[in-house]
């Protein structure tokens, strides 16, 4: 096991679990959480040594969301947004902004958030338009995540004229061409301070974008987050098997195991194989969703106690069905969940 997975599971045991129910009950995340992160090197969790990252391989980064979320969901999938920036900054050619911000950004010195599914939609909806040395973006993000937590949101926008997808760093606060801000209340993980964000004339100057590369490329791109998001739900039924053991279903969390570690094979390969991820990432939903409601059945009537864990963990379930998902990934859980025996 390497030393980011051991801190991953020092964290997860130490300050994510004991925390999780209030952080649920609450709806807000101790900066004391973060702060434990930044300590231990986890906002720099991919980014090469390089820019002072710890430079963890992917299937050590897709463990220790899993650990984390196993814990914490909230907090796991708030922290999760963060890498977007930091490997949008690793990776640009914009090696002055880089510069400015990844040393900060790896530190947790300064917290990022992702504000980019408004290009995923047909027609998209978040535009941008070219304004001298820069660009003016104008539509709504449905779901921004960390509002109030995050320093800055990674923003992409759709360029029409040229079919080309722009992006860049702009500061998350109101006003300045963020028009609208509108806290949503969500079945759970309502401590990730989601909001729905609406644009009109923000300014984005060239000296603040990382990428533009056409749409389709973009798209492409945003496929590995498909696995990345996998991650979250396989965390739940971690969590929900070791809830089994405890009430006494061995029988029922070894094979839950059992299928959460087919389902990692299967993902990982089809890592080289982007049309059969969506597929895979409906079938880890739906096996959280099993996992969690079987752990509700177990445990009996005092699940649906709000201090419980079970029923924490089925809503939170739902969530990760959901969340950053794609309408591929729609089209396939419908087609588990509405078929008699399917999601088994």
Not at 6 to 16: P, S
Request: with cysteine; hydrophobic share 45%.
């Amino acid at each position: 096991m390497t030393d980011m997975l051991q801190k991953a599971l020092r964290i997860a045991d130490e300050v994510l679990s004991p925390a999780a129910s209030e952080v649920d009950r609450t709806g807000k995340i101790p900066d004391s959480h973060f702060a434990r992160l930044a300590e231990d090197g986890f906002y720099g969790l991919i980014a090469p040594a390089e820019f002072g990252g710890a430079g963890v391989d992917f299937p050590v980064f897709l463990q220790a969301v899993e650990t984390l979320a196993s814990a914490c969901l909230t907090t796991a999938f708030t922290w999760l947004q963060h890498h977007g920036v930091v490997m949008g900054l690793a990776m640009t050619q914009n090696a002055a902004l880089r510069e400015k911000y990844l040393d900060r950004a790896v530190r947790g010195q300064v917290r990022g958030g992702g504000a980019f599914s408004g290009v995923i939609p047909v027609p998209p909806r978040v535009r941008a338009t070219r304004d001298g040395d820069g660009w003016r973006i104008s539509g709504d993000v449905a779901f921004v995540s960390g509002w109030g937590i995050v320093d800055v949101l990674h923003v992409s926008a759709f360029h029409e004229e040229s079919g080309d997808v722009v992006s860049g760093l702009i500061d998350a606060r109101p006003g300045d061409g963020i028009t609208e801000v509108h806290p949503l209340n969500l079945v759970a993980a309502q401590a990730s301070n989601t909001v729905r964000l609406v644009f009109e004339d923000l300014r984005l100057a060239d000296e603040m974008v990382t990428t533009r590369v056409n749409r389709e490329e973009y798209l492409g791109g945003l496929a590995i987050g498909l696995r990345v998001d996998s991650s979250l739900a396989l965390g739940l039924v971690h969590r929900a098997a070791a809830g089994l053991d405890a009430a006494g279903r061995a029988d029922l969390a070894g094979q839950f195991r059992t299928e959460a570690a087919h389902l990692r094979t299967r993902f990982d390969a089809a890592l080289a194989d982007p049309p059969a991820m969506p597929a895979l990432r409906a079938a880890c939903s739906a096996m959280a969703v099993r996992a969690c409601t079987t752990f509700v059945a177990a445990e009996g009537g005092r699940a649906l106690l709000l201090t419980h864990d079970a029923q924490r963990l089925a809503r939170e379930s739902l969530f990760t069905m959901v969340v950053a998902s794609r309408p591929e990934v729609r089209t396939a859980l419908l087609g588990l969940l509405g078929t008699p025996g399917g999601a088994a």
